[in-house]
């Protein structure tokens, strides 16, 4: 899966780019959840915007909350911004920030980095 990780002062930029899968994002989760500057970031932008293709479906996206849920429990509080444009992956998106509703880990969903970044920044 073509990602690249850009760790920022209190957070991390990842980007997604080319074709997909829902097995190779959960991999990359888990990649960064054992990096130690995972329980020193207060956020994750997730670019999805330059993704051509994907083989995700809602089940991948209930591992992710699932997981992450587990994950919050050792890590604490972060805000988790999803950036997406097309039609498909806004849906699995939303689906994903439904579940992490009442959870340490906060999501939202935004069409642009920018507005991501806006989020990320305020408490």
Not at 46 to 62: L, M
Request: with cysteine.
């Amino acid at each position: 899966m073509p990602h690249t990780y850009t760790w920022e002062p209190g957070g991390l930029y990842r980007k997604f780019t080319g074709a997909i899968s829902g097995e190779e994002i959960l991999e990359s989760n888990f990649e960064l959840q054992i990096d130690p500057n995972f329980k020193k970031i207060d956020y994750i932008i997730n670019d999805f915007t330059a993704v051509t293709g994907h083989s995700i479906k809602t089940a991948h996206t209930n591992a992710y909350a699932s997981t992450d849920e587990i994950a919050s429990n050792n890590k604490g509080d972060l805000k988790v911004a999803i950036v997406v444009t097309q039609g498909p992956l806004i849906a699995l998106a939303n689906n994903y920030r439904e579940h992490m509703i009442d959870n340490k880990f906060e999501c939202d969903v935004f069409e642009t980095v920018e507005d991501a970044r806006k989020w990320v920044s305020t408490e």
